[in-house]
Nanobody, 116 residues
């Protein structure tokens, strides 16, 4: 069983930056593909970014490509999401996700609010 705890959310003006962190415990962190998802009010949860077990491959949804960077440090059991040039449409609750085979784990989420 993996526990995920996100942090780093907050209120930021459009054009600003935030860095989210997700600390994992209770499992072998390097064995999990990690990702970030977000959910805006009234909308479904959507994929934002993902990173392979060794950190060598990253994938992003089109709307954040070039602005967000996902990274991980396996020795610290932590995955990060650096968010630059934030826009109002980036507002939402951001969730950390760990996947191994068909098993998924979720954090409790951290709120990101971008004011225009």
């Amino acid at each position: 069983q993996v526990q995920l705890v996100e942090s780093g959310g907050g209120l930021v003006q459009a054009g600003g930056s935030l860095r989210l962190s997700c600390a994992a415990s209770g499992g072998t962190f390097s064995g999990y593909v990690m990702g970030w998802f977000r959910q805006a009010p009234g909308k479904e949860r959507e994929f934002v970014a993902g990173i392979s077990r060794d950190g060598g491959l990253q994938r992003y949804t089109d709307s954040v490509q070039g602005r967000f960077t996902i990274s991980r440090i396996n020795a610290k059991n932590t995955v990060y999401l650096q968010m630059n040039s934030l826009k109002s449409e980036d507002t939402g609750v951001y969730y950390c996700n760990a996947q191994r085979w068909s098993t998924f784990y979720w954090g409790q989420g951290t709120q990101v609010t971008v004011s225009s």
